[in-house]
């Protein structure tokens, strides 16, 4: 029959396990947002730029890569912003910048949460881990129950 502290050291372990892969998810979670907040930010960049833009001003659009075409700006104050769900509108630059602000203070409430969490479950961790290591060295020198 298992002591207490054999069966208290493999629930640590199997909880240590548990929150090592919440700490993941979380963070793979984290660098999503990040991913998200930089494309807005550079949106929001992008928009900021198109004020000092006239119509029919030439101007290069981006396509991936680092690369871009050539094109030429027929209304510098309509934007299309996406909505969600494949669905995209036609906005002003002072409405998409305002959805773009929006969006990033969401990501940034949603960035403390998670961080929060994160902080919780390392905490969490280094508990169960210092835990673990007492029992251990106690039952190496004989204190088990």
């Not at 984290?30 to 928009?47: G, I, K, P, S």
């Not at 630059?93 to 602000?101: D, F, G, Q, S, V």
């Amino acid at each position: 029959m298992a002591s207490k502290s054999e069966e208290e050291l493999r629930r640590l372990t199997v909880e240590m396990r548990l929150l090592e892969q919440t700490a993941e998810t979380l963070q793979s979670r984290m660098n999503m947002v990040n991913a998200a907040a930089t494309d807005l930010t550079y949106a929001q960049m992008a928009l900021d730029g198109l004020e000092k833009e006239n119509e029919k001003s030439e101007i290069l659009v981006p396509i991936g890569g680092t690369s871009y075409i050539s094109g030429r700006l027929d209304n510098p104050d309509k934007v299309i912003v996406g909505m969600g769900a494949g669905v995209s509108v036609e906005k002003t630059r002072t409405e998409a910048r305002e959805i773009i602000k929006k969006r990033l203070e969401d990501l940034e409430k949603t960035r403390t949460s998670i961080q929060q969490q994160f902080t919780q479950v390392a905490d969490r961790i280094s508990q169960d881990r210092d835990r673990a290591e007492s029992l251990v060295a106690a039952m190496r020198e004989g204190k088990t129950q």
